[in-house]
T-cell receptor, first 114, second 113 residues
Framework: EAGVVQSPRYKIIEKKQPVAFWCNPI?????LYWYLQNLGQGPELLIR????????DSQLPKDRFSAERLKGVDSTLKIQPAELGDSAVYLC????????????FGPGTRLTVL | DQQVKQNSPSLSVQEGRISILNCDYT??????FLWYKKYPAEGPTFLIS?????DKNEDGRFTVFLNKSAKHLSLHIVPSQPGDSAVYFC????????????FGKGITLSVRP
């Protein structure tokens, strides 16, 4: 079974530029999550999708962050414009069962904003 | 306010000995707990979990103990192996409809050969 795929793995951009991250979850997993992981911290949930519906986006900074999951499969997370403080690892995860149970994580995208 | 706390940032143990990783939580509504393991440049990988109706769950070399009254859980690895060297995250959640995982900061485990 293929795991969660994310791209790019690394991204370096200048501040105020836009950036997008892509995630393809494990086949058959209806729930998709985007997490932010700052250095020395644990992952923090940004948004959770059940199929194509965003059911929890309470922690997503909506002034500059947006996400979509068209057709309920792969997903894109966008930042526009990026700020220095956005430098972090952005993790995508998926699950088949409830959101409190095991989630499968991708390798993440490491974003550096200069 | 950190609801899940892993107060020791690192732990070093000798190969073959026991590794004990601790985790404390403050939210009494949490009733499901998980441990994840993370290698550099990889995403976290699920290791073991425990429900609040249990006080122990075992899977091979890994055992998780839960003390609800103390709001404390621990992960025991016996015997420790060099390949266990990684960052270990404790996570907690309620099991309601809009639950989400709350992670600790992680503990870096180093197993010396």
């Amino acid at each position: 079974e293929a795991g969660v795929v994310q791209s790019p793995r690394y991204k370096i951009i200048e501040k105020k530029q836009p950036v997008a991250f892509w995630c393809n979850p494990i086949s058959g997993h209806n729930t998709l999550y985007w997490y932010l992981q700052n250095l020395g911290q644990g992952p923090e949930l940004l948004i959770r999708y059940e199929n194509e519906e965003a059911v929890d986006d309470s922690q997503l900074p909506k002034d500059r962050f947006s996400a979509e999951r068209l057709k309920g499969v792969d997903s894109t997370l966008k930042i526009q414009p990026a700020e220095l403080g956005d430098s972090a690892v952005y993790l995508c995860a998926s699950s088949r069962g409830p959101s409190w149970a095991e989630q499968f994580f991708g390798p993440g995208t490491r974003l550096t904003v200069l | 306010d950190q609801q899940v706390k892993q107060n020791s940032p690192s732990l070093s143990v000798q190969e073959g000995r026991i590794s004990i990783l601790n985790c404390d939580y403050t939210n009494s509504m949490f009733d499901y707990f998980l441990w994840y393991k993370k290698y550099p440049a990889e995403g976290p990988t699920f290791l073991i979990s425990i429900s609040s109706i249990k006080d122990k769950n075992e899977d091979g070399r890994f055992t998780v103990f839960l003390n609800k009254s103390a709001k404390h859980l621990s992960l025991h690895i016996v015997p420790s192996q060099p390949g266990d060297s990684a960052v270990y995250f404790c996570a907690a959640s309620t099991t309601g409809a809009n639950s989400k995982l709350t992670f600790g900061k992680g503990i870096t485990l180093s197993v010396r050969p």
